[in-house]
């Protein structure tokens, strides 16, 4: 099945610098890529997400770029604030066979903002 | 309001015991999931039903067993509990089941098997 690899595990960074998290895939089958931010206490939540055929997207503060050939993605928050502090998860889903529709995920990363 | 909507939210239990954690989505969804985070924060489909039919079933172990009454419910159960069961599971939702599709997930059931 689809592996999923991210780094860093943990990220601190002062308020208004910028965090990049970086992801890999194994399948490239895969050709949906969405991150998800969990706070604490709580379920993960959509913030963007990219397709195969699409090599950057933004949103606002938040950007996603994929490498197909690579096979990795990578999300950019700029301007970073005290609230981006959570833990951010990359997902692959593959389209094929038994794992479509499966999400498999990274291992998350701690994005600390300090004031 | 919720979208997903899951209880218990906390559930603290002996091992050997059985539970249910319940679902309910109310975005009109026609595929719903489980998901374990484990104490590493990992996330991991454990099954997930598009309009009631089982569609994914990773390797968990036979004690537990999803049941879908119908499309807007998954609950998950769970027989002879053991502390390695311990953990967040989640309920989502999607449209569909194809990549692509948006994955909602509920708050979570934290479950303390002690």
């Known amino acids: 099945g689809e592996n999923v690899e991210q780094h860093p595990s943990t990220l601190s960074v002062q308020e208004g610098d910028s965090a990049v998290i970086k992801c890999t895939y194994s399948d490239s089958a895969s050709n949906y890529f969405p991150w998800y931010k969990q706070e604490l206490g709580k379920g993960p939540q959509l913030i963007i997400d990219?397709?195969?055929?699409?090599g950057e997207k933004k949103d606002q503060r938040i950007a996603v770029t994929l490498n197909k050939t690579a096979k990795h993605f990578s999300l950019h928050i700029t301007e970073t604030q005290p609230e981006d502090s959570a833990v951010y998860f990359c997902a692959a889903s593959p389209n094929r066979g038994s794992t479509l529709g499966r999400l498999y995920f990274g291992r998350g990363t701690q994005l600390t903002v300090w004031p | 309001d919720t979208a997903v909507s899951q209880t218990p939210k906390y559930l603290v239990t002996q091992m050997g015991n059985d539970k249910s954690i319940k679902c309910e989505q109310n975005?009109?969804?026609?595929?719903m999931y489980w998901y374990k985070q484990d104490s590493k924060k990992f996330l991991k489909i454990m099954f997930s039903y598009n309009n009631k039919e089982l569609i994914i079933n990773e390797t968990v172990p036979n004690r537990f067993s999803p049941k879908s009454p119908d499309k807007a419910h998954l609950n998950l159960h769970i027989n002879s509990l053991e502390l390695g069961d311990s953990a967040v599971y989640f309920c989502a939702s999607s449209q569909d089941r194809g990549p692509g599709n948006t994955i909602y997930f509920g708050e979570g059931s934290w479950l303390t098997v002690v």
């Open positions: 975005l009109g969804h026609d595929t």
């Open positions: 990219i397709r195969s055929n699409v």
